[in-house]
């Protein structure tokens, strides 16, 4: 078995050679990344937390509340209680929000667009259709509806904040920095608390201009949308933004903004302003129209309408590629699971191997970063580095943080640390390859 392993090792070898791989390299295979004011394409200042190499690894975008807007939302209710659970028409459902911090993986802020005078909105429409009812806690859950023509998610970047929540403008100008498809919404619910028919209603919003004494029945619920990216902004997402997740929490009535009287229903075909929004207003709450009198009733029940809107809190984070020894050297503060001062021959299993005299034996896993040359040295930066990338829960990368543990071991058991490292090198730089053929060697000699 050690011929075999050693026999197909020498043909990836081979072929890594081929291609300009160095076992021996000490520094990553794609250029560092050049400081630059988070979310900004001109070169600056720093802002306080040095995060700005990598906005997506900060772990949690949170914004402001914002609003909602299900067109055809309560008529879809309507229709699939008359036909007896039978008919599922889709619906549109269109939301928009203002960024209100960046924070990294302790919980603080890295970035606050409206102390750096700039303002960060994000627009979407996407496609639903009643699952089922649940009667009896009266819950209507929601499938994806994909494949609508004005499906979207876009995030916009604007050097002179003008989002108007209450008019519904504003929140898809300035610049485009990234476009992304809507892949899954994997769970949707909306819960109705009390008997509208009963009276359990409320004003929508007291403090609304534009829907005075219009009403609302009262609930709440939860949207999950995943998207891949399809474009970014080099200048602003640094690295690649592979995929994100939004968690949209809803309720009625609004209780900390306004109802928006317009929402942009129609995707950006360019990187500019996109199209005006539609408006959605529907004045003193006519009947049959837009909300209705009380949103959320539907059409049938005489004084609602076929839309329904409501109040949003939205959580984004977003799934990026691995980075390598210096990114992770330089970003202490975005390590997850593991500390700059942890053992690295305790943390990689390695106590029974490495000299205990050696200075190998005190090594921290910020000081395996920072070493320099090739062989055993380049394997435990590789090392270190591929283990943040894996237990990082926003970095897509092709290995656990067991099977990373795992590794040193087996390379100095068969004599290969230089080549290990060279395919955690590739790994931590995107190209997995290597390191899935590894792992299943890993695997079949344990």
């Known amino acids: 078995m050690r011929k075999e392993l050693f026999s197909w090792m020498k043909a990836i070898r081979g072929r890594l050679h081929h291609r300009g791989g160095n076992s021996h390299a000490t520094k ?19 802002p306080a937390v040095d995060a700005v190499q990598d906005i997506a690894t900060a772990a949690v975008f949170e914004w402001l509340p914002g609003a909602t807007y299900s067109q055809g939302g ?6 699939y209680f008359t036909s007896g659970g039978t008919v599922h028409n889709e619906f549109t459902t269109y939301f928009q929000t203002k960024l209100a911090a960046i924070k990294d993986t302790n919980g603080d802020v890295v970035f606050d667009p ?40 876009e995030i916009y970047f ?40 009963a009276g359990d209603v409320a004003p929508l ?52 903004v306004t109802p928006s009287d317009s929402f942009v ?16 207003n529907v004045g003193a709450g006519i009947p049959g129209v837009g909300v209705g009198f009380i949103n959320g009733a539907g059409s049938l029940s005489g004084v609602g309408g076929p839309d329904i809107t409501f109040q949003s809190e939205v959580v984004n984070t977003f799934i990026v590629a691995p980075r390598g020894v ?28 490495i000299n205990p005299n050696s200075s190998w034996a005190s090594m921290t896993l910020l000081e395996a970063l920072n070493t320099n040359g090739g062989g055993n040295k380049a394997l435990a930066r590789q090392a270190t580095a591929a283990l943040l990338n894996a237990a990082h829960p926003n970095v897509d990368y092709a290995a656990t943080t067991e099977q990373i543990i795992a590794l040193p071991a087996f390379a100095y058991d068969y004599g290969m640390p230089g080549f290990v490292a060279l395919t955690l090198q590739l790994a931590n730089n995107g190209q997995p390859a290597a390191l899935l053929v590894v792992l299943q060697w890993l695997d079949f000699v344990t």
């Not at 309560?74 to 229709?79: F, G, K, M, R």
């Not at 009262?218 to 997740?245: D, H, Q, W």
């Not at 229903?265 to 959605?280: E, L, Q, R, V």
């Not at 210096?326 to 191997?353: M, R």
């Open 205 to 256: 919003n007291l403090a609304s201009p534009d829907f005075a004494g219009v009403l609302t029945v009262l609930g709440g619920g939860t949207t999950t949308l995943e998207a891949e990216t399809t474009y970014r902004n080099a200048s602003v997402f640094k690295i690649p933004v592979l995929s994100m997740r939004f968690d949209i929490t809803s309720h009625t009535p609004f209780d900390t």
């Open 158 to 197: 604007d050097t002179t904040p003008d989002a108007d929540t209450v008019a519904g403008t504003g929140f898809n100008d300035g610049t485009l920095v990234l476009r992304a498809d809507i892949t899954d919404v994997p769970y949707s619910f909306f819960q109705v608390v009390g008997d509208p028919a």
């Open 28 to 46: 990553p295979l794609c250029e560092p990344l050049e400081p630059r004011m988070l979310l900004s394409g001109s070169p600056g200042p720093a």
């Open 74 to 79: 309560s008529q879809a209710l309507d229709d």
């Open 114 to 153: 409206a102390a750096n005078g700039v303002e960060v909105t994000v627009v979407a429409g996407f496609g639903e259709k009643i699952a089922f009812a649940d009667p009896a806690t009266n819950t209507v859950y929601f499938d994806f509806a994909d494949g609508q023509p004005n499906e979207f998610l």
């Open 326 to 353: 210096g990114f992770w050297a330089n970003h202490t503060n975005l390590w997850v699971g593991f500390d700059p001062d942890d053992s690295f021959a305790a943390t990689f299993g390695l106590e029974d191997i």
């Open 265 to 280: 229903t129609m995707a950006n075909p360019g990187t500019g302003d996109g199209p005006s929004p539609t408006s959605f």
